[in-house]
């Protein structure tokens, strides 16, 4: 797949998911909205990471995707209880009790 077709795709997917979490019409950068689009990022990198498994630059890029995206769950869990529970359910995180 060319560069473009694949930028076309991540931009149609990235919409899609701020749809799904948004908060209000204008919302792109909340909690619910960043933990999605990493969420999204950290699943095709595990992909690719099982076809490339020395690819030890990923993985590593992996590992801070993963950081931040608990450091925002943490945040969430603090913050809104319940949208933290809907959130994981809905992308199959498992939960912090």
């Not at 498994?53 to 319940?82: C, E, M």
Request: proline content about 0%.
């Amino acid at each position: 797949m060319s560069n473009v077709l694949q930028e076309e795709s991540l931009k149609n997917n990235k919409s899609t998911i701020i749809g799904e979490f948004k908060i209000h019409e204008t919302d792109t950068g909340s909690s619910q909205v960043q933990i999605a689009i990493l969420t999204k990022r950290i699943n095709d990198l595990v992909s690719h990471l099982k076809a490339h498994k020395k690819d030890n630059h990923s993985r590593r890029g992996l590992l801070n995707l993963v950081s931040r995206r608990r450091r925002l769950l943490t945040y969430l869990r603090r913050h809104n209880y319940d949208e933290y529970i809907r959130v994981s359910k809905e992308l199959d995180l498992k939960i912090a009790t």
